[in-house]
């Protein structure tokens, strides 16, 4: 091993965010942003390494539930891309476009995929002809291509995006809305194992996904008050099947067209979610399922007993590299403190020490990322004792970040208190009467945007929209966003 990467950062995840995050990308390994592309990121080992655990999590997930793995290309013509109306209008200026001259100088142009509706549903159109055909759903993990408009972060706004994309086909609206309800719980459950928490909201209808009829999204909390919208679940109806023409055979002869959900996990955005809600002034702090290096042994090596404490630390390691990803750091041009340092960089969620005492005592002190706790154990025990060490990080990890979700939203019964939430780096809680003109008020005057409206649970306003004083439809969320 080498010794690089000692330098720890000096920056503050809450009161400086942005340097914190962009210096931790580098030390800690995930992406290196110098690329000469802008918005194009290099993933640096730790940062592919997270997102490949985060797509095996999600995929096994979405092949239990019936998903099939297919791979779509990449390009489609203008023509097939421009049929859905409102879809076009949505990505027209974002898409990146390839031309292409043959000897005659007669130019043709293929559209590169900004997500794969466009893509896939001509070809649903062959391959659906009657309701045996249904439900039909797909996924795929790709890159997909924006030009984004907005300003490019690495990770949270990137023009490369790295993403699950699934699309589903169904007879009816009501079997439509049991997926919208299932896709919803897949992607709950792979965020609650990472421990990242999120708000579900359902946007605005000015916000909503190009082609949709309603969009859902998973806002995750960020440290700079910003949410980061890190997956959604769209309900598409049947404006795709029209345009596309998507139709099948009904159970009683008569034809009808499917009614259509796609639905996008971001991988990048959730990476950018594990470390800016998990890490902390020290580094990374990964969850134990996504970690590169879930245990790290460090032996505390003494004059004239090297080879008796290398020894018990090769032990230990034989024992814990069965079931778990493990490092025996026995870099010799390092010092030990040097080591902590590092791997509390990495996020390294259990740290293991041995030494001459530890050989004496036949004990094992571990130390836990998360909380910097040092736990002592007998040597017996040391399996048994990782293995609730582990669960209690994941389990704190959620905790912590969910306290930390209900602290940040704040209830706001006027535009001054809403303003004062969001330069607080919070999300403010407001009645809105639903008008697009308090919409607008709200976004200039506040700062932050209605999110939209809780999915999962009902709320209730108990006062008046807060830009217009008049009586108020819904309770939204306010933030600003990435
Ligand atoms: C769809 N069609 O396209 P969506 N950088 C990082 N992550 C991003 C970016 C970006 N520039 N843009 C989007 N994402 C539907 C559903 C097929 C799949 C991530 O939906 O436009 C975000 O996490 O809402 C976003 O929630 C997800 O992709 C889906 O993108």
């Known amino acids: 091993m080498t010794s690089e990467g000692q330098q720890v950062t000096s920056l503050h ?16 390994r995930i992406a290196d942003n110098r690329f000469p592309v802008k918005g194009f990121l290099v993933y640096l080992e730790n940062g592919a390494y997270i997102m490949e655990r985060i797509r095996r999590i999600l995929e096994e997930k979405l092949e239990r539930t019936g998903h099939k793995l297919m791979l779509f290309p990449l390009v489609t013509t203008e023509e097939f891309f421009s049929r859905e109306a409102e879809h076009i209008k949505g990505f027209s200026t974002e898409v990146f476009v390839i031309e292409q001259k043959d000897e005659k100088g007669s130019e043709r142009r293929l559209v590169i995929r900004p997500t794969s509706e466009t893509i896939m549903y001509p070809m649903f159109k062959l391959w659906i002809r009657s309701h045996a055909d ?16 907005k300003a490019t ?25 049991r997926q919208v309800r299932e896709a919803i719980e897949i992607y709950s459950q792979v965020l609650r194992e990472l421990g990242i928490s999120f708000i ?26 910003k949410v980061n919208q890190v997956a959604t679940v769209h309900n598409l109806g049947r404006n795709f099947s029209k345009a596309y023409d998507i139709s099948f055979e009904k159970k009683d002869g ?18 950018a979610a594990i470390i800016a809600q998990h890490g902390d002034d020290r580094g990374l702090v990964l969850p134990p399922v996504v970690a590169p290096t879930q245990i790290v042994i460090i032996p505390i090596l003494f004059k004239g007993q090297e080879k008796e404490v290398l020894d018990y630390a090769e032990n230990i390691f034989a024992e814990l590299r069965e079931k778990w990803r493990t490092v025996l750091d026995d870099r010799e041009d390092i010092t030990p403190g040097e080591k902590f340092y590092y791997w509390e960089m990495m996020g390294a969620p259990v740290r293991i020490e041995v030494g001459p005492r530890e050989i004496l005592e036949e004990k094992v002190t571990l130390t836990r990322r998360d909380t910097l706790e040092r736990i002592q154990c007998s040597r017996l025990n040391l399996s048994r004792e990782v293995e ?51 919409a607008q008020k709200i976004k200039e005057t506040v700062g932050g945007e209605i999110r939209g409206e809780r999915y999962d649970i009902a709320e209730h306003p108990n006062g008046p929209c807060i830009a217009c004083g008049n009586s108020a439809k819904t309770v939204v969320y306010l933030a600003r966003a990435y």
């Open 13 to 28: 995840k809450f009161s400086n965010f942005t340097e914190w995050f962009d210096q931790l990308l580098l030390e800690a």
């Open 134 to 149: 249904l439900p039909l759903k797909v996924h795929q993990s790709v890159n997909v291509y924006r030009y984004e408009t």
């Open 153 to 177: 972060r690495p990770l949270y706004r990137v023009r490369e995006i790295p993403w699950n994309e699934g699309h589903t086909a169904h007879e009816s609206p009501s079997d439509a809305e």
């Open 200 to 225: 579900l909201l359902k946007r605005p209808d000015f916000d909503k996904f190009a082609g949709a009829v309603y969009s859902i999204a998973f806002d995750s909390w960020n440290p700079d008050g």
């Open 254 to 271: 008569s034809r009808g067209y499917v009614y259509q959900l796609c639905y996008g996990f971001g991988y990048s955005r959730v990476l």
């Open 388 to 438: 609730r060490l582990m669960e209690s990080i994941i389990q704190n990890l959620r905790e912590k970040s969910e306290r930390m979700l209900r602290k940040l939203i704040i209830d706001a019964g006027t535009m001054e208190e809403a303003s004062k939430a969001i330069d607080n780096k919070c999300i403010a809680r407001v009645a809105w009467c639903g008008s697009i003109e308090c």
